[in-house]
């Protein structure tokens, strides 16, 4: 498939509950267009299609193969990323994915092989690293104003997704958990702000190893925790930087800030890498306190689905695309490399690496 596009048409795959704030984001955006929409469920299907201008329903096969399809958007479960992806790419499609990449480095690595020989493009959520928080605090980072990255600290802590989520299982079985679900929004604005992780060590636990279902239909019902639900690590990254982590299923409350990095010459606090935007705060080796910048970078107004129209930008370019598969690779490796970490007790060095991103100009 050639790399210039005036339009790139997207195929979505799977209408669950995400697909309704990508279906929303494509139709604003310029140079995106859904044509298609597939899921299990024929009917959920129909639902979404109908929320699109012209868009239509339709089965997998159909959609892979269809001339009016030029990137699959994959927002299966995860464990059908791989299978979903592999099967857009036989057919000639770029694929943008929902996090992880794939189910295992393994798959990934697989993927980003089929890719390539194809030709294709494949890019990959989280994509709220190109708003304007992160890229704000990425933009203060490469000015010095803080000197050079000593370390960092990035903390998630929810007391758990079964007092909200009808369905929870999925959280608490392999390729779940705190590190799994959420650690792609941290490691992946960790990368992007300070660059690829060299090895890693930490420790886990299951502290609450049965949930009880607390919301729907299913209320009461009670599910084993197969995972670790509580992570905490410390990270090298390839600068030297060192990042402590915390993802836990097992926090009831905590005032703990989201990213915070420390350099030579002053602190830089990050706002919440789940959302594209919010507060970047500045303390410098000689002020007196913290200081909230103005937004400096990245794509202003964004939602999921952003990733996908910096794919269709990149393609009439034919530069990189920023949330990339590399990036993604690499933060699936990392996550892999830290659960070793935790069973064996050791440090595990990480195999991959990948570039930073360009840096998004503010607009």
Sequence with gaps: MGEQVTELRVGVVGAGRISAVYLDTLTRLPGTRVTAVADLDPARAEAAARTVPDAR??????LCTAADVDLVLNLTVPAAHAE???RAIAAGKHVYGEKPLA????????????????????????????????QTARAVLDSGRIGTPLAATAFMTTPGHELWHPDPDFYYRPGGGPLFDMGPYHLSALVTLLGPVRRVTGLAATPRPVRTVANG???????????????TGVLEHVGGALTTLLMSFDVWAARLPDIEVYGTAGSLSVPDPNHFDGPVRLHGADEAGWSTLAPSAGYRDAARGQGVADLARALVTGTPHRAGAELAHHVLDVMECLLTATTEGRQVEVSSTCERPAAVPLG
Excluded: M
Aim: charge should be negative; proline fraction near 4%.
């Design 84 to 86: 979903v992806a592999h």
């Design 217 to 231: 239909p299913r209320a009461g019902t009670r599910i084993e925790a197969e995972v670790a639900t509580h992570v």
């Design 57 to 62: 329903a339709a089965g997998l096969d159909e």
């Design 103 to 134: 189910a295992t480095t393994g798959e990934a690595r697989e993927l980003l092989t089929a890719a390539a020989s194809a030709g294709v493009r494949i890019g990959c959520a989280p994509d709220t690293v190109l708003g304007t928080g992160l």
